[in-house]
């Protein structure tokens, strides 16, 4: 019992500020300052803008619970009994922590050391070091690529959607939540890692070797759709500051340009600021809800159009999403559906849907808590579900390696006909 007395008071103390700070902030979070950006579940992840909540040190009682009597006799058990080498006591610390959090079966709901809390709370600022794909956790943990990139690294080395990848470096996946299996992929530009995967149709494991670089991630991208007459093109690849703006200035210029169409393109863009997705989806819609917020006790909160830039009320528009679409991306698509503004093309959207609460703890690490879901304005389920396109064009593999769009060329046939 010596090694567990010289420890308790500071593992009590970590464990029932980890169990306050699921309290604390809880109401107060600004819920209008992220659809799940901080939760996004790709590899861009949104991981600028971390905000901090610590815990309320008056929710901490003196002594700990009896629900925890069995983790004190577990912990005791080994430190008198073990034979081998003990592992750090931060890392018996983190691993109850880890699975406790994983006790509550949301990919989303994650703990995260105070190395890799570091790491995520850098601002991207446009840009990061990773592979260029969007990885999604499935239940039973298995963890999938759901989107590459054409010209990037990980599509470049062979990586494939659908693949779901077992190791990182030879590292495990088994057990990672969402943001470490991030983190072990992402590195400095210029380095290598092995993604081991299994693939439909191979019989066995693949191991490629992808070699990291800087993504520069371009906000807006527009252009008027050479050969397509009067059809201009915008894409948005995050909800991040400032991207409202850049859209109805896109837009405004393409207008100019003769643009009596658009095409808004939401394909592989992770989501962001919830404010952000107001704000665009105000470009296309004149009035009414956008999204609504729906909190633990069934409180909902229904987020309006912003009059603000509405430069798009009556344009003839089509939307492009696919599964790499998530968070504020699936806001948008929803609200435009909803309103029967606009068509939805493409494939099923990835389903996120639910808002995450950032703590830093007292060590430096992090926890996020689902706090809330979003529901379309007709009541619509996001979270898991998706959204699902008017038109379901799907893009296989085929078309990524051969360069082809069969999803833009719908959406332009759509704008086309009479």
Known sequence: MKRLGQFLAKVVLFVLLLGGSFVAGMVFYASYYGSGGAGSPLTALSLAGVSAAGPDSEMIPAEPPVELTTFWEAWSFLDEEFY?????????????????VASFGDQHTTFIDPTRAAIMSENISGSFEGVGATIRLEEGGRLVIADTYPGRPAFDAGVRPGDVIVAVDSQSTEGLNLFEAVLLIRGPAGTDVVLTVFREGEPGPLDITVTRAKIELEIVESNMLEGSGNIGYVRLTQFSKGASERI?????ALTEQGAEHIIFDLRSNPGGLLSEAIAVSSVFIKEGPIVIEKLREGEEKIFEVKEERQVALDVPLVVLVNGGSASASEIVAGAIQDHERGLVVGETTFGKGTVQLPHRLSD???LRVTVAEWLT?????????????????????E??????????????MALSSP
């Not at 081998?84 to 406790?100: K, L, Q, S, V, W």
């Open 84 to 100: 081998g080498e003990f592992p750090a006591e931060t890392d018996r610390i983190y691993g109850a922590t880890r699975g406790m």
């Open 364 to 366: 430096g690490s992090e």
């Open 399 to 412: 078309d990524l390696e051969t360069g082809l769009d069969p999803q833009l060329a719908e959406a332009i």
């Open 377 to 397: 304005p007709a009541n619509r389920k996001i979270r898991g579900e998706g959204i699902t396109p008017d038109v379901i064009i799907e893009m296989t593999i």
């Open 248 to 252: 109805a200035d896109a837009i405004e």
